[in-house]
């Protein structure tokens, strides 16, 4: 049974391609103890587009937040750079594409997305953020 309690966690990942991984079996784990098993698999795509975009087109490192509150997970990428993400297409449209769907998936994979600029430690960026609504 999934908690009603609020929590949250954050984990702070290198500019390094392995970090996606990390973050998407640190997440399962998460759900998991949390009686959120359900979400998982929807999560996990989730959170790695989100985590690939922020190590594959940035520079910087790079941080995962997970949030779990009045039934809604809420699932972000922090990232070094400013520049908001580019508008994502329609998955129709990219059926044969090899790379550009990230943004895509978050979209028609989740009930809510978006971004806001997002300063951290001194350092300019943004936040890219997804939420999963909880049947109850």
């Known amino acids: 049974m999934p908690e009603t309690e609020p929590w949250e966690y ?14 998407r079996r640190t997440l399962r784990l998460i759900l998991t103890l949390h009686g959120l098993i359900r979400l998982a698999d929807t999560a996990e795509l989730l959170a790695t587009e989100l985590v690939a975009n922020a190590v594959l087109h940035t520079k910087g490192p790079a941080t995962l937040r997970v949030r779990w509150s009045a039934g809604v997970l809420r699932i972000g990428a922090w990232d070094a750079d400013p ?25 028609a ?7 806001q600029p997002l300063a951290r430690n001194g350092s300019r960026g943004k936040y890219v953020w997804c939420e999963l609504t909880a049947a109850a």
Do not use: F
Not at 10 to 23: E, F, G, Q, Y
């Open 83 to 107: 520049e908001p993400p580019p508008p994502p297409h329609d998955l129709t449209d990219l059926t044969d594409a090899e790379n550009g769907r990230g943004l895509a998936l978050v979209r």
């Open 109 to 115: 994979c989740s009930d809510l997305w978006g971004w």
């Open 10 to 23: 954050t984990l702070s990942i290198p500019h390094d391609p392995r970090a996606v991984t990390v973050c």
